[in-house]
Protein backbone atom coordinates (compact mmCIF):
# COMPACT_ATOMS: atom_id res chain seq x y z
CA UNK A 1 0.00 0.00 0.00
CA UNK A 2 1.66 3.22 -0.84
CA UNK A 3 0.11 6.62 0.08
CA UNK A 4 0.76 9.98 -1.20
CA UNK A 5 0.77 13.20 0.10
CA UNK A 6 0.58 16.82 -1.73
CA UNK A 7 1.60 20.06 -0.34
CA UNK A 8 2.66 23.51 -1.70
CA UNK A 9 -0.63 24.42 -3.32
CA UNK A 10 -1.29 28.22 -3.19
CA UNK A 11 -2.75 31.18 -4.58
CA UNK A 12 -0.45 33.24 -7.35
CA UNK A 13 -0.37 35.90 -9.54
CA UNK A 14 -0.30 34.79 -13.44
CA UNK A 15 3.48 34.49 -13.72
CA UNK A 16 4.68 33.41 -10.36
CA UNK A 17 5.70 30.32 -9.32
CA UNK A 18 4.72 27.71 -7.16
CA UNK A 19 6.71 24.36 -5.89
CA UNK A 20 4.15 21.37 -5.38
CA UNK A 21 5.38 18.30 -3.08
CA UNK A 22 3.90 14.57 -3.40
CA UNK A 23 5.26 12.79 -0.03
CA UNK A 24 5.18 8.78 -0.40
CA UNK A 25 5.17 6.26 2.18
CA UNK A 26 6.33 2.49 1.70
CA UNK A 27 9.97 1.47 0.57
CA UNK A 28 9.50 0.75 -3.06
CA UNK A 29 9.29 4.38 -4.13
CA UNK A 30 11.95 4.42 -6.64
CA UNK A 31 10.44 1.20 -8.56
CA UNK A 32 7.35 3.34 -8.47
CA UNK A 33 6.51 5.58 -12.14
CA UNK A 34 4.98 8.88 -10.75
CA UNK A 35 3.25 11.29 -12.58
CA UNK A 36 1.19 14.76 -11.97
CA UNK A 37 -2.50 15.30 -12.98
CA UNK A 38 -4.79 18.22 -13.18
CA UNK A 39 -8.52 18.70 -12.60
CA UNK A 40 -10.23 22.22 -13.52
CA UNK A 41 -13.88 22.65 -12.07
CA UNK A 42 -15.97 21.05 -14.58
CA UNK A 43 -12.99 19.55 -16.91
CA UNK A 44 -12.03 15.95 -16.68
CA UNK A 45 -8.57 15.18 -14.85
CA UNK A 46 -5.55 15.43 -17.08
CA UNK A 47 -2.15 14.31 -17.26
CA UNK A 48 0.74 16.87 -16.28
CA UNK A 49 3.49 15.53 -15.94
CA UNK A 50 5.15 12.27 -15.16
CA UNK A 51 8.58 10.82 -14.06
CA UNK A 52 10.09 6.95 -14.33
CA UNK A 53 11.34 5.30 -11.14
CA UNK A 54 14.55 3.32 -12.66
CA UNK A 55 15.69 6.07 -14.73
CA UNK A 56 14.37 9.31 -14.19
CA UNK A 57 13.12 9.48 -17.87
CA UNK A 58 10.29 12.42 -17.89
CA UNK A 59 7.36 13.77 -19.60
CA UNK A 60 5.07 16.76 -19.89
CA UNK A 61 1.38 17.80 -21.89
CA UNK A 62 2.91 20.37 -24.24
CA UNK A 63 1.07 23.30 -22.76
CA UNK A 64 3.60 23.35 -20.01
CA UNK A 65 7.42 22.15 -21.38
CA UNK A 66 9.35 24.73 -20.61
CA UNK A 67 7.11 26.66 -17.92
CA UNK A 68 7.26 23.34 -15.45
CA UNK A 69 9.89 20.49 -14.26
CA UNK A 70 9.18 17.53 -12.49
CA UNK A 71 11.84 15.73 -10.54
CA UNK A 72 11.77 12.75 -7.65
CA UNK A 73 14.33 12.45 -4.92
CA UNK A 74 13.55 8.72 -4.37
CA UNK A 75 16.09 9.15 -0.75
CA UNK A 76 13.22 11.33 0.48
CA UNK A 77 10.44 9.50 -1.08
CA UNK A 78 9.47 12.70 -2.69
CA UNK A 79 8.16 13.56 -5.97
CA UNK A 80 8.39 17.48 -7.10
CA UNK A 81 6.46 19.60 -9.87
CA UNK A 82 8.09 23.23 -10.21
CA UNK A 83 5.71 25.46 -11.63
CA UNK A 84 6.80 29.04 -13.04
CA UNK A 85 5.24 31.17 -15.76
CA UNK A 86 1.94 30.73 -14.05
CA UNK A 87 -1.23 31.24 -16.32
CA UNK A 88 -4.75 31.47 -15.25
CA UNK A 89 -5.52 28.31 -17.18
CA UNK A 90 -2.86 26.43 -14.95
CA UNK A 91 -5.80 26.89 -12.06
CA UNK A 92 -7.36 23.32 -10.96
CA UNK A 93 -6.88 20.89 -8.12
CA UNK A 94 -3.12 19.03 -8.67
CA UNK A 95 -2.84 15.15 -7.88
CA UNK A 96 0.01 13.19 -7.63
CA UNK A 97 -0.22 9.59 -8.83
CA UNK A 98 2.08 6.05 -8.15
CA UNK A 99 2.22 3.30 -10.92
CA UNK A 100 3.24 -0.35 -9.96
CA UNK A 101 3.99 -0.51 -13.66
CA UNK A 102 7.47 1.76 -14.52
CA UNK A 103 6.22 3.43 -17.46
CA UNK A 104 4.45 7.09 -17.90
CA UNK A 105 1.15 7.12 -18.90
CA UNK A 106 -1.64 10.10 -19.71
CA UNK A 107 -4.51 8.10 -18.99
CA UNK A 108 -5.63 7.92 -15.08
CA UNK A 109 -6.25 4.74 -15.16
CA UNK A 110 -3.23 3.30 -15.11
CA UNK A 111 -1.94 4.46 -12.06
CA UNK A 112 -2.91 2.82 -8.73
CA UNK A 113 -2.64 5.50 -6.00
CA UNK A 114 -3.84 8.93 -5.98
CA UNK A 115 -3.54 11.49 -3.52
CA UNK A 116 -5.99 13.86 -1.91
CA UNK A 117 -4.85 16.47 -4.37
CA UNK A 118 -3.50 20.35 -3.45
CA UNK A 119 -5.51 23.60 -4.88
CA UNK A 120 -3.73 25.75 -7.59
CA UNK A 121 -5.10 29.02 -8.11
CA UNK A 122 -3.38 31.72 -10.37
CA UNK A 123 -5.20 35.06 -10.74
CA UNK A 124 -4.85 37.52 -13.75
Known sequence: QVQL?????GLVQ???SLRLSCAASGRTFSTYAMGWFRQAPGKEREFVAGITGSNGRTYYRESVKGRFTISRDNAKNTMYLQMNSLKPEDTALYYCAAGYVDNVYA???KY???GQGTQVTVSS
Open 112 to 114: DYW
Open 14 to 16: AGG
Open 5 to 9: VESGG
Open 107 to 109: LPQ
